[in-house]
């Protein structure tokens, strides 16, 4: 069965360096992988996805991922990280079968200090 | 465009009582989607519709948990009656149809529900 495993509950950064928030998957065939952004009181927010094609993925707000097939990882990354992007992040994959379902992690809250 | 509407935005209720939210996914999403989530983890999804047709209602607990979506547009989800462990947030969310390819869903702002 698919799942994706973020192995950080949090991840902590200074303003204006980079930030990595990690996840590895596992699934049967050729992953479809997202990520989500959740802020306080609200719905998850898309950000990025990775179907097929290059493996470094740009996305809203300066986020990009990148997907290692070997690793079986798809870190969401941004060179520099802004307050105003502490939230939760969530990784997701698609349902193996090929049914339209997404399986999330447990997410990483990412706080940014100023 | 508006984005997935859902209400209302909190509930709170005692424990035994029956409760519904409301969802309206985005104009033209044939699918829509609602989803579990509980405190400090991802969401889990509880079942999701092509149209009017509940495709997938395997992880929904149908002793008390019911849902409808009769029109192909707006959807209800209810739980009768209410406990203690349900107390979670609920989502809806929506994306293009299958026939549209694999598509991101949109989530709406979900319903807090607090069960006493």
């Known amino acids: 069965a698919q799942s994706v495993a973020q192995p950080e509950d949090q991840v902590n950064v200074a303003e204006g360096n980079p930030l990595t928030v990690k996840c590895t998957y596992s699934v049967s065939g050729n992953p479809y992988l997202f990520w989500y952004v959740q802020y306080p009181n609200r719905g998850l927010q898309f950000l990025l996805k990775?179907?097929?094609?290059?493996?470094l993925v740009k996305g809203s707000y300066g986020f990009e991922a990148e997907f290692n097939k070997s690793q079986t990882s798809f870190h969401l990354k941004k060179p520099s990280a802004l307050v105003s992007d502490s939230a939760l992040y969530f990784c997701?994959?698609?349902?193996?079968?090929?049914?339209?379902?997404?399986?999330f992690g447990t997410g990483t809250r990412l706080t940014v200090i100023p | 465009e508006a984005g997935v509407v859902q209400s209302p935005r909190y509930k709170i209720i005692e424990k035994k009582q029956p409760v519904a939210f409301w969802c309206n996914p985005i104009?033209?999403?044939?699918?829509l989607y609602w989803y579990l989530q509980n405190l400090g983890q991802g969401p889990e999804l509880l079942i999701r519709?092509?149209?009017?047709?509940?495709?997938?209602d395997s992880q929904l607990p149908k002793d008390r948990f019911s849902a409808e979506r009769l029109k192909g547009v707006d959807s209800t989800l209810k739980i009768q009656p209410a406990e203690l462990g349900d107390s979670a947030v609920y989502l809806c969310?929506?994306?293009?149809?299958?026939?549209?390819?694999?598509?991101?869903?949109?989530f709406g702002p979900g319903t807090r529900l607090t069960v006493l």
């Open positions: 969310a929506s994306s293009l149809g299958p026939d549209r390819g694999f598509n991101e869903q949109f």
């Open positions: 519709y092509e149209n009017e047709e509940a495709v997938d």
């Open positions: 990775y179907i097929t094609g290059d493996n």
């Open positions: 997701a994959v698609r349902d193996e079968t090929g049914a339209n379902n997404l399986f």
């Open positions: 104009s033209g999403h044939n699918t």
